[in-house]
């Protein structure tokens, strides 16, 4: 009675044998249990990983919206911004702005008589602050001979002070603030004269040496120039080779070379592309350095693979029924592919050249070798001027010394990881919806 019962249809089986393949059933299943559990504890890992990652760059750089500015009542004197009395833009672009701010702080502090706590005085306010008043005097000429409080960016010490960036327990020596200053800010603040806005400089200025007046909006705008190449040539090439390799090239030796070339470029490292450029566009066609057109081609050689074997993926997707279906009506193997291969084709193509842009967005080595690293504070206007992109900027940022520069960094990542996740969502939108099903 305690026989085990027959097993696949075998009139006997020993309880020995039995019991084997009962235990072997049980490791089996352990040892898929285990490796499930391998595999979610590596995900978590990951995801773990990913977060402590977003973690610390948001912790880092979400301060970088906001900047610190001084109210001060700033009296535009016409012997300082214009002393011919002309009211002209050329007359008042030349004025002492600079001392008028110097003018309003001693106005404020009256007690600070020597040269240094001068010179500390007017350091807790930036140099921008001249600039930021002559604009307004030659946008409002009616300002002279009035006193008005503005409100002016802050030095970037007195901003990672206001932050909590700079502790004020540290010692004097540790900080670079002095105490003396630090009384001075204090004041300020007490007096309402200190407040943090959104600093829309960090999107609307280019490059600076000073932390408060550095900004994205050059970087951004070649990288718009350098893709907007990449795009107009990586993306006509990539679908052409992709439907001529896989619709129209025959089977030889040669194409099968072309094949393996493409698949391997794919995986050559990036900077081989910047050195590319810089032999070939730069060396030898002399084109412009730095230009966003020298970084569009660079970076078309390097999307050029992804684009091609993404495309030609989606054209074997199509059921070979759609041309049997097209030739078998009289259309020629170019309207076939044109008109009803391609079509159907056309949202992963479109999804490959989406997530080749983004690969591109994110490149920063290639660019390095032609020039692109250069510090550049105009802001872009053609693919010919000198530019940056936003990937060489957190990396000019990343080795700068100022704690300013730390939380523009982490601001300039976020940003950048912004348009790279909005350019992934739309490629898997565009596949979700437009893809066939078959």
């Not at 140099?127 to 009035?146: C, D, M, N, Y």
């Not at 009384?183 to 490059?207: H, M, S, Y």
């Not at 120039?225 to 006509?236: D, G, K, M, W, Y």
């Not at 530019?387 to 601001?411: I, K, N």
């Amino acid at each position: 009675m305690n026989d085990p019962p027959p097993i696949g249809g075998a009139p006997e089986m020993s309880r020995k044998s039995y019991e084997t393949v009962r235990r072997g059933l049980a490791k089996r299943r352990a040892a898929e249990r285990r490796f499930r559990c391998y595999g979610l504890s590596a995900i978590l890992l990951g995801l773990t990983s990913l977060a402590l990652l977003f973690a610390s760059i948001v912790s880092n750089g979400y301060t970088a919206f906001r900047q610190t500015f001084v109210g001060l009542d700033i009296y535009f004197d016409a012997e300082l911004i214009d002393p011919q009395g002309n009211r002209s833009p050329e007359s008042l672009a030349t004025g002492d702005y600079g001392g008028l701010v110097k003018r309003a702080l001693s106005k404020v502090f009256p007690a600070v008589s020597s040269r240094s706590e001068k010179r500390a005085l007017y350091s807790l306010v930036s140099t921008a602050a001249a600039i930021e008043l002559q604009r307004r005097a030659v946008r409002e000429p009616s300002l002279i001979g009035k006193t008005v409080k503005v409100w002016l960016p802050a030095d970037d010490d007195v901003d990672m002070y206001v932050k909590g960036h700079i502790r004020r327990g540290a010692g004097e020596s540790a900080r670079r603030l002095n105490d003396r200053q630090l009384a001075w800010i204090d004041e300020l603040i007490e007096q309402g004269n200190i407040e943090q806005r959104f600093n829309k400089t960090f999107f609307t200025a280019g490059d600076s040496r000073e932390p408060e007046q550095a900004g994205i909006w050059g970087a951004a705008a070649g990288s718009f120039f350098t893709l907007v190449v990449t795009l107009a040539l990586s993306f006509p090439i990539g679908i052409a080779a992709a439907i001529y390799l896989e619709e129209f090239a025959p089977k030889n030796r040669w194409t099968d070379l072309i094949e393996v070339n493409i698949n391997n470029l794919a995986a050559v490292p990036s900077i081989v592309f910047g050195l590319l450029g810089l032999a070939v566009f730069i060396n030898f066609f002399d084109l412009p350095r730095s230009s966003p057109l020298v970084g569009g081609l660079v970076l078309t050689f390097m999307t050029l693979p992804t684009i091609i074997i993404a495309a030609r993926a989606a054209i074997k997707s199509v059921p070979p029924s759609i041309r049997e279906a097209a030739l078998g009506i009289g259309a020629s193997s170019m309207q076939t592919v044109f008109h009803h291969v391609l079509p159907l084709a056309m949202p992963g193509m479109l999804t490959g050249a989406i997530i080749g842009m983004a690969r591109a967005l994110g490149e920063s080595a290639p660019l390095l070798m032609i020039g692109m690293v250069a510090f550049i504070v105009d802001i872009p206007h053609s693919v010919m001027d000198p530019a940056t992109v936003l990937p060489v900027q957190v990396y000019l940022w990343a080795d700068s010394p100022e704690r300013g520069f730390v939380e523009r960094t982490s601001a300039a990542i976020i940003v950048l990881l912004a348009f790279l996740i909005t350019m992934n969502a739309l490629a898997v939108y565009l596949r979700s919806r437009f893809e066939r099903r078959w």
